[in-house]
């Protein structure tokens, strides 16, 4: 494959390269990754506030009808999830560039969908690429690179919480 082909697969220049090479992340993907970032926790946030509130709401009706215990039962369930978000939005990922080098090899994925104990749930079989690079793995991988990259050695350069891939560089080709 040519390298400006990967290159626009995996959507880096050669200033990216030269930084991620450093270990560090470059300008744009910075931006790229902290508007990502921005993004997921406003979402984590929205999430929050809607079952605080929703939450604090329906508690406020259980203590005006005591009587009511499914208003108590609901409140502790919203009050719970809204703290299971509170931790999202206290969460930060760690984007430090790390980087493998090895040889591609491309690793088709089959599982299965739905519950096996729901007998009204259709099963069905979907499958995946993962791309192994020296013990890394890397999911969704695209089928269309088997062809161009399975077999050879690559310097594959990613973040280390997501293993999102930032740059590849070619370092020789399979035997």
Do not use: C
């Amino acid at each position: 494959m040519k390298e400006d082909q990967i290159k626009e697969y995996f959507a880096f220049t050669d200033n990216d390269l030269t930084a991620n090479r450093m270990g560090k992340l470059s300008d744009k993907q910075n931006k790229k990754i902290k508007e990502n970032d921005d993004f997921a926790h406003k979402f984590v946030l929205g999430m929050f506030l809607i079952f605080l509130l929703t939450g604090l709401f329906i508690g406020y009706r259980a203590i005006t009808q005591t009587n009511n215990i499914g208003l108590w039962v609901w409140t502790v369930v919203l009050l719970l999830v809204s703290g299971w978000f509170l931790r999202g939005v206290r969460t930060t990922v760690d984007n430090t560039v790390l980087k493998t080098q090895g040889i591609v090899e491309f690793v088709k994925v089959e599982k299965r969908t739905g519950s096996p104990t729901d007998p009204s749930s259709s099963r069905m079989t979907v499958s995946s690429y993962e791309m192994h690079v020296a013990g890394d793995v890397f999911g969704n991988a695209n089928p269309a690179l088997i062809e161009h990259m399975q077999g050879d050695e690559y310097i594959i350069y990613f973040t280390k919480a997501t293993k999102q891939i930032l740059s590849v560089e070619f370092v020789s080709k399979g035997k």
